[in-house]
């Protein structure tokens, strides 16, 4: 059975900083990409960060700059280091495993853990 364990969220300030953690099995973490997800109230999942096994990295728009991710291989365990935070950027925030190079397998998902930014 595949977990994905977030760890990391709570309440800051605006312009502070958060690290979520999301640790996994290493059967998956050496050929999956890993990503994080958010959804705010009211809103669509939109997809925040991504870095392939590869190590390629992708960010949305709105946090370029801000936030960056990065995968530890030896602890199968992947960050979101968020700084500059905004209110905008209160939502639940997912960790995702993408088996992208192996469609024949299945996708992951966290169980979220929320940020919440304000003063």
């Known amino acids: 059975q595949v977990q994905l364990v977030e760890s990391g969220g709570g309440l800051v300030q605006p312009g502070g900083s958060l690290r979520l953690s999301c640790a996994t099995s290493?059967?998956?973490?050496?050929?999956?990409?890993m990503g994080w997800y958010r959804q705010a109230p009211g809103k669509q999942r939109e997809l925040v960060a991504r870095?392939?096994?590869?190590?390629?990295?992708k960010y949305a728009d709105s946090v370029k700059g801000r936030f960056t991710i990065s995968r530890d291989n030896a602890r199968n365990t992947v960050y979101l280091q968020m700084s500059s935070l905004k209110p905008e950027d209160t939502a639940v925030y997912y960790c995702?495993?993408?088996?992208?190079?192996?469609?024949?397998?299945?996708?992951?998902w966290g169980q979220g853990t929320q940020v919440t930014v304000s003063s």
């Open positions: 290493g059967s998956i973490f050496s050929i999956y990409a």
């Open positions: 995702n495993a993408d088996p992208y190079a192996t469609p024949w397998l299945s996708e992951y």
């Open positions: 870095i392939t096994n590869g190590g390629s990295t």
